[in-house]
Structure formats: C-alpha cells, structure tokens
C-alpha cells in the first residue's frame, strides 16, 4: 500500500541555522512528491513538486528537495530558516492513474530567535 | 490569476444536521479534489471529480458526498453530522488528471456541537 512517513512531529530549529525535513514513501512506481506549507489556519501552499527529472528540485522561499529513489525519501532543506518559516509541512505522493494525494502526518517547525 | 476559493469559512452545526461546503477552483482546473483534516487523523482525502464525475474515492461513510457542476466548482455534502465531522475541509484543484499538481484552497472549519 502506498504510504508516506514523517518521521519527525517536532523540530525546533534556531534562526538562520539549516533545516532538514524527512520524509519517506512507499509506492510500488515512480511516484510524483511534493511538499506543502501550512500556516495556523490555513489552507497548503505548495513549495516544490518532483515529478520526473533532475532530482535535487528547488522551491519557493529558498526551499529545496532532493528525492533518492534508492532510499525512497524525499527530504525537504533550507539553509537558514527565517522565524516566518514557522509551520507545518506535510509531504505527500501521488501517483499517475490516480486522482488523490497521499500526505504524510506533518512536522511541525518552531523557529527560536 | 484568482486562487482556490472556499465558502463558507467557518461554520457550525449541531449533531444531526446537515451542511453543505462549496469550492470554486482556480479558472481553467476541471478537477477538484476535498480532503479532511484533524488533529487526530491528518489529512485524508475524500473524493475527486472531473468534469462532473466521482473519480475516486475515500475511505468514509456514504453520509458523505459531492458533486461537480459543469463549470467545475463543487460542493461537498455532509448529511447527519457526527461530533467526529468537526474538522477543517480543503478543496483542491488541478488543471488535468493523475498527478498533477493540485492547488488548495484555505479550506472551511466546520465544527459540529
């Protein structure tokens, strides 16, 4: 069955320090990936797809993903996180034939000054 | 370019009634996508339609159910509501089918009393 983990709920990150976001997949085909942001009460944004191609793909906001077919991951990377980065990203996969995404639960990002 | 539009946002009911939630997806996108989300379950995905038929669907109770007018906005129904249906639900839209990327709306927080 196809699934998507995040492995980490929390991760609290000081201003300007790197950050790295894991996400793996379970899907029998290549799959098409991206990540999503959303801020308290609202809706997703999306920050970056892969659906084919170079494997490290870049982003809105500076954000960038590489997917690792031999790993099934998908991690999400910024260099130095701004305190407007502060939210939850979910990663998800879907899948050509099929119409829905699958996300992962989320990991929320807590940015300290 | 108008994004994904929701209405209402915010709504509450009492267990029993019913409701009824719109989205209007970005011009051009002939299929719309709903999805639930709570804390407790994440997000999941409810249904899909394309050009005014139910592509795909997910794992909950015939008390819900949608449908896609021609000029693509759909509405997604919730009959005899649960205090379990409390719950934020985002409408997704994509220009074609099977993976491509899909646009959300800031969603509507229904909560049921």
């Known amino acids: 069955a196809q699934s998507v983990t995040q492995p980490d709920i929390h991760i609290t990150v000081s201003e300007g320090a790197s950050l790295e976001l894991r996400c793996n997949y379970s899907?029998?085909?290549?799959?098409?990936l991206f990540w999503y942001v959303q801020s308290p009460g609202q809706g997703l944004q999306l920050l970056l797809k892969?659906?084919?191609?170079?494997?490290l793909v870049q982003g809105i906001k500076g954000f960038e993903a590489e997917f690792k077919r031999s790993q099934s991951s998908f991690n999400l990377r910024k260099p130095s996180v701004h305190w407007s980065d502060a939210a939850e990203y979910f990663c998800?996969?879907?899948?050509?034939?099929?119409?829905?995404?699958?996300f992962g639960t989320g990991t929320r990002l807590k940015v300290l000054a | 370019k108008a994004g994904v539009t929701q209405t209402p946002r915010y709504l509450i009911k009492t267990r029993g009634q019913q409701v009824t939630l719109s989205c209007s997806p970005i011009?051009?996108?002939?299929?719309v996508s709903w999805y639930q989300q709570t804390p407790g379950q994440g997000l999941q995905f409810l249904f899909e339609?394309?050009?005014?038929?139910?592509?795909n669907k997910g794992n909950f109770p015939g008390r819900f159910s949608g449908r896609q007018f021609s000029n693509s906005r759909s509405e997604m129904n919730v009959s005899t509501l649960e205090l379990g249906d409390s719950a934020l639900y985002l409408c997704?839209?994509?220009?074609?089918?099977?993976?491509?990327?899909?646009?959300f709306g800031p969603g509507t927080r229904l909560t049921v009393l």
């Open positions: 997704a839209s994509s220009l074609r089918l099977a993976g491509d990327t899909q646009y």
């Open positions: 899907y029998g085909a290549t799959p098409y």
């Open positions: 892969y659906f084919s191609g170079d494997t």
């Open positions: 998800a996969v879907g899948a050509s034939g099929t119409y829905k995404y699958i």
């Open positions: 011009s051009g996108h002939r299929s």
């Open positions: 339609y394309f050009s005014e038929t139910q592509r």
